[in-house]
């Protein structure tokens, strides 16, 4: 990158049409951004200290940051806090392993790869509302096919989204299933960056399936993994439709995430104070995730660069 | 040696297979749903294959319920809008941020990735305030609005990466000849990066067509209701037949797959473009 510019520098003026134009390019996309999302995010932030409700929304007074300190002892909220670390982990784990995996397998030409992509890649494109409502009509108590298949292998049926402790691995299924294609198409374009001589070198030393994935695959994919990685964490932690549509946060509260709660506040409650200060801390939480990835990022590209 | 192969070939085969299942059943049980009588349903007689001769009924739902069409339209108005204000945002914004150096720029960039993080739950309030001063509430283009505020900026990045790709030798030449920037964006840059252009369309576009929170927040005309919202009023609600909520599901999913499909090819290219740069 930096070499490139080198050599290209000298040659002729970057800028024929002056330093404005890169605003001119950039100026709607950006404006268009700080109204639709920046404004409102500041008047998010800006809710969080107030008592406003949500039958009169432009009537609060301010409370300071008595909504934020109820919230450090708040049982129910760091309980979502903590449900939500974990939904966010156990999907991005699911989708990272199930989807780099899938890649590899699809990777490579058999009879009938152009149907099996195909069929892989569709509950991406599956709208989340229909998602729900057929793992709804699947988790069914009395007459969903997870029950039916249990009670033909003998085994009793599960309260899947009803018991408490099933709720969670439930919401995790859906989701899992439903985001997995995206890791996979993206692990696919990267494999097609990975040098065909080096397979070709794997294969003449003798190197089985599994130590030519960890030696020559895994390393090229790690970038791609890492970044995928970090936009799947951000994600699950603002997911709102899949799981509320499924469980409203149930139940007994066990799928409650941080943007549930912000919601129930917000439309159960009518605390629309108190619902953006859940609000801006779980915004707080995906910032701190994006900085570790960019200090991790940036520490190996240094490594990297002492490396060659 | 061969052994080896052959069993490498056995456990890839096998992988397939169980991957089409996982990743198919939950499709394949909307459709079979759709066409088991309602009866049946309820009483657990379900079967892992229904009779085909009511295939009909995966369109029982244009019969019953007429506002669905209805809703459908309205989707299909949100995804297109979305897609249109999201590609032409980013296609100018991607070659600024991939062809420029300017005072800014690490901002802008950061600004774009952090729309990622932001959660629809806590925005929904004060864009509700937002749209409701402005007189957008009930209005399909507000959706627009709103769902491009998310689907642009991943356009930008993936628009991005695909310039990045291209050399910029090629297009000094035309600079040379006397060709503005806006130029040559329109005739040398936006047919290369093609493939990358119907990636970030169909992305924006699925953002649209699938998105539910604002869809139902904003609108509460009915007649304005989004397939999104129609088929979520469902969701509970016993008084309509199950096996017509599924043919719903059905007619709502089938258009996104099937255009997800055509254009899989040019999705991945589009991807690989970004992430062959890294």
Not at chain 1, 137 to 152: E, H, T
Not at chain 1, 264 to 274: D, I, K, T, V, W
Not at chain 2, 213 to 236: P, Q, Y
Request: hydrophobic letters at 55%.
């Amino acid at each position: 990158m930096a070499v490139s510019q080198a050599t290209r520098a000298p040659r002729r003026p970057r800028r024929p049409r002056g330093p404005l134009a890169p605003y001119a390019f950039a100026g709607a996309a950006a404006l268009y951004l700080v109204l639709f999302a920046g404004v409102p995010i500041l008047k998010g932030v800006q809710l969080s200290v107030t008592d406003t409700q949500l039958i009169n929304p432009n009537g609060g007074s301010s409370v300071g940051l008595d909504n934020y300190a109820a919230l450090v002892g708040d049982e129910v909220f760091l309980r979502s806090v903590v449900t939500t670390i974990v939904y966010a982990f156990c999907t991005v784990a699911g989708s990272l392993l199930l989807g780099t995996v899938s890649a590899v397998v699809l990777n490579r030409a058999f009879p009938g790869r152009f149907l099996a992509r195909a069929v892989a890649v569709m509950p991406w494109a599956v709208p989340t509302v229909a998602v729900v409502m057929v793992f709804r009509w699947i988790f069914n108590n009395d007459n969903g096919v997870a029950n039916a298949g249990l009670s033909a292998l003998g085994i009793g049926a599960r309260g899947w989204l009803t018991d408490p402790s099933y709720g969670m691995p439930s919401v995790l299924v859906a989701t899992v299933w439903k985001v997995t294609p995206f890791v996979m198409l993206v692990v696919l374009a990267a494999l097609q960056a990975v040098p065909e001589e080096l397979y070709e070198a794997a294969r003449v030393d003798g190197a089985g399936m599994y130590s030519t994935f960890t030696t020559i695959v895994l390393p090229h994919l790690m970038p791609t993994l890492r970044i995928v990685g970090l936009l799947m964490t951000i994600w699950s932690f603002r997911r709102f439709e899949i799981i509320w549509l499924l469980t409203g946060g149930g139940p007994a509260g066990v799928t409650s995430t941080i943007v549930i709660s912000v919601y129930e506040q917000a439309f159960g409650n009518s605390r629309l104070g108190f619902a953006a200060a859940i609000g801006v801390l779980g915004l707080l939480l995906s910032l701190a995730v994006t900085l570790v990835y960019f200090v991790i990022e940036t520490r190996t590209e240094r490594k990297n660069r002492v490396a060659a | 040696m061969i052994a080896r192969r052959n069993l490498g070939v056995g456990v890839r085969t096998l992988l397939a297979t169980l991957l089409v299942i996982l990743a198919g059943f939950p499709l394949y049980w909307i459709l079979n749903t759709a066409i088991t009588p309602k009866d049946t349903l309820y009483t657990g007689g379900q079967r892992l294959i229904p009779d085909v001769s009511r295939a009909g009924h995966l369109f029982s739902i244009l019969v019953t319920d007429r506002s669905f069409l209805r809703w459908i339209t309205n989707s299909t108005v949100v995804a297109l809008g979305t897609t249109v204000t999201s590609l032409l945002m980013a296609t100018l914004a991607a070659y600024a941020l991939s062809r420029y150096r300017f005072f800014g720029k690490g901002i802008m960039g950061f600004g774009f990735f952090a729309t990622q993080m932001l959660p629809e739950a806590l925005l929904v309030v004060p864009l509700y305030s937002l749209f409701a001063s402005l007189g957008m509430l009930n209005q399909l283009y507000g959706l627009v609005l709103a769902n491009t505020a998310f689907a642009m900026p991943v356009a930008t990045f993936i628009l991005k990466a695909a310039m990045d790709a291209i050399p910029y030798e090629m297009e000094e030449s035309a600079r040379v000849d006397g060709c503005g920037a806006l130029s040559i964006l329109q005739i040398m840059v936006v047919p290369l990066i093609a493939p990358s252009m119907a990636a970030a369309a169909v992305i924006a576009f699925f953002d649209g067509w699938n998105e539910y929170l604002f869809a139902t927040t904003f609108i509460t005309d009915e007649r304005k209701w989004t397939a999104s919202t129609g088929l979520a009023s469902f969701i509970g609600d016993f008084l309509i037949p199950l096996d017509t909520v599924f043919s719903g599901a059905f007619l709502f999913a089938v258009p996104a797959v099937v255009f997800f499909l055509v254009m899989q090819r040019r999705i991945v290219s589009g991807l690989t473009a970004g992430s062959v740069k890294g």
